[in-house]
């Protein structure tokens, strides 16, 4: 019983949390989605633990913990391609506009040599 409420008020924090990154503007929309989409499916399982069980034999799964399990480590290696994918998006940015910058000083030296 400490385990749900445990789980459930974590939950309600973690979307408080995120609430309030969002209201600071610390956090972009598209990953305060991700988490509070997060927050809302761990809150219900905090507070009915036997929910995970339901589910699991629905589809097929030995126990709500495995079903669980799994799902949360297929949702961190989503997350990790996708920060990855947005790092080196970044990086390519970066590369680019350090090459622009380069261009433009070139040229505003090669003026000033006119002169």
């Excluded at 939950?11 to 927050?39: C, H, T």
């Excluded at 219900?44 to 995970?52: E, I, S, Y």
């Excluded at 480590?73 to 947005?86: A, D, G, M, P, R």
Aim: glycine share 6%; net charge neutral; hydrophobic share 55%.
């Amino acid at each position: 019983m400490k385990l749900t409420i445990i789980t459930g008020l974590t939950a309600l924090a973690a979307l408080g949390f995120m609430i309030e990154l969002l209201r600071r503007r610390q956090l972009q929309e598209k990953y305060a989605i991700l988490w509070l989409g997060v927050s809302l499916v761990v809150l219900p399982l905090g507070f009915f633990p036997t929910l995970a069980d339901t589910v699991a034999k629905a589809i097929g799964v030995a126990s709500g913990v495995s079903l669980v399990l799994f799902l949360g480590i297929v949702f961190l290696l989503l997350v990790c391609v996708h920060l990855s994918w947005e790092v080196s998006r970044l990086e390519e940015e970066t590369r680019t506009l350090a090459e622009d910058i380069a261009l433009i000083r070139a040229e505003r030296e090669r003026s000033n040599d006119q002169r």
